[in-house]
C-alpha cells in the first residue's frame, strides 16, 4: 500500500481530538508522519496521540501553525475563519479535508468498505470489525466509536482490506474510494447544509456511483428510497432486510434483555442462526448488512457468527454504565429522533419499572428542523427531563431551546422537565428516582456525564 503522499512529512489536524481525526492522525504515526493537533480541550484521544509522538496544543490559534508543516487537515465543521486556517492559507501550507486524506489512505488498499446511513454507522461498522478479525483478515479499521476488540477508534492492519464509516455531513464521502459501498438508511438529517431529503438521497446516489462495475453496492431493501438509489447504479447489489432482500431475517425473537435471536437466510436457503448481545430490532438490520458485506469478501458463515456473536456493543451505544440502589444506568449516542425511537423500543424489553430519559439535543439546527419529530419520539418514558441543547458548532440565535421543546413534548402527556446544569439534574435524578427504575442518558454531547455523576455520588 502507498502512503508516499505524506511519506516523511509534517502533518497538522485542526481539531485532531474528534474521533476520525485521532484515528487518521495515528495512522499517520504508525506510517512515519510526524504530526501535530489542536483541540479545544484535552482529551483521551489528545492524551494517546501524545504518549505516541504526536505534539497536541490545546487553543486554535494561528502560533499553532508553524513554517516547516507540510500539509494541514481540516474537519468540515471547522470554519473558514478558523486562525490555523487562514495562518496556513497565508503561508501557503497545502489544505486537505479530513475525508480528502480518508480518500487517499483508502487508494492503498484494495478492498475498501465505507459504511454510509443516516443511522447505525458505528454500530454496523463494529460489528464487520468483529467478524473480520474473526476471520484473520488483519483489517485497517476506522469507527467512529471505541470498540473494545480493537480498545478504541481505529486498528491499522497490514493487509489490503479498509473499513470506515462513511460520514454524508457535507458531502464528505463523496471524496471516497469504496470498492464495496453500505447504505443502511436515508433519512432527514443534516438539514443545516442538504436543502431537503430529495437532496439528501441524491447524495447518497452519488456515493453509490463512486462503487466501480465490479464492486458491490450493499443496501437495505427495507428502506423505501433505496430504490431509487439501486436504479441509478452499475456494479454489483446485494440486499438485505426484515422484510425483503436477498439476506433476510427469520423466526426473530427477542430475550429479557430485547436481544434478538434469528435465523439469516439468503435467497430462501438459510445459511446460519445466531444470537446478539445488542439489544432492539434495529441491530437486526446491522447484522444484516455485516452479514452481507462479508459474504461479498467471502468469510464463512462460521467466522461470521462468531464475529457477530462476540460483539458485545460499542461505547456510548445502548452502554450498561453501572447500577446503584437498584437502579440501571444506560447511555446511549442516538440523537436523532429515529435514533431515539429505536433506543427506546429497546429500552421497553429491558427490565425496569420506569423509563427516565435525560436527553440532551445536538445543535440548534438540528432541533429546528426536526423539531415536530423530536417532539414524537419520546412516548415510550414515564419521564424526560432534558438538558440545555449542546452547540457542538452553532450559536444559540435564540430561535429554539430546551425549554420550548419540553413545553411542546408535555402536551403530548407526558411529564417533561428542562433542567440547564448537570449538577441540578444528578441532584433531581437523586430525588426521584426508585428502585427498578430505568436510566437513559441520550445524546450525542456529553450528557453521559450526567450518568456518571449519579453513579459516582
Known sequence: MSFDFIKNKTVHFIGIGGVSMSALAEILIEKGSKVSGSDIKTSPATEKLKSKGATIYIGQISENIKPDIDLVIYTAAIQKNNEEFLKAKTLNIPLMSRAELLGHIMKGHKYNVAIAGTHGKTTTTSMLSCITLKADLDPTILVG????????????????????????????????????????????????????????????????????????LVCCADDARMKNVISTVNCNVLTYGINDGDITARNICFDEKSCASFDIYKNDVKISSLHLSVPGKHNILNALASTAVSLVLDISTDNIKMGLENFKGTHRRFELKGKKEGITVIDDYAHHPTEI?????????????????????????????????????????????????????????????????????????????????????????????????????????????????????
Open 145 to 216: 466509536g471505541n470498540l473494545d476488540n480493537i480498545n478504541g477508534n481505529v486498528r491499522i492492519g497490514n493487509s489490503p482490506y479498509f473499513i470506515t464509516e462513511a460520514c454524508e455531513y457535507k458531502g464528505s464521502f463523496l471524496k471516497f474510494f469504496p470498492s464495496i459501498g453500505v447504505i443502511l438508511n436515508i433519512d432527514a438529517d443534516h438539514l443545516d447544509y442538504y436543502k431537503d431529503i430529495d437532496d439528501i438521497q441524491n447524495a447518497f446516489i452519488k456515493f453509490a456511483n463512486l462503487i466501480p462495475e465490479e464492486g458491490y
Open 341 to 457: 425511537k429505536a433506543t427506546l423500543n429497546a429500552a421497553i424489553n429491558y427490565p425496569h419499572k420506569r423509563i427516565i430519559c435525560v436527553f440532551q439535543p445536538h445543535t440548534f439546527s438540528r432541533t429546528i428542523s426536526l423539531f415536530k419529530e423530536f417532539t414524537e419520539a419520546f412516548d415510550n418514558v414515564d419521564e424526560l427531563i432534558l438538558a440545555n441543547i449542546y452547540p457542538a458548532r452553532e450559536k444559540d440565535t435564540g430561535k429554539v431551546s430546551s425549554a420550548m421543546l419540553s413545553k411542546e413534548i408535555a402536551k403530548r402527556g407526558i411529564k417533561s422537565t428542562n433542567i440547564s446544569d448537570f449538577k441540578s439534574i444528578v441532584d433531581y435524578l437523586k430525588s426521584n428516582l426508585k428502585d427498578g427504575d430505568l436510566l437513559l442518558t441520550v445524546g450525542a454531547g456529553d450528557i453521559f456525564k450526567v450518568g456518571e455523576m449519579y453513579l459516582s455520588e
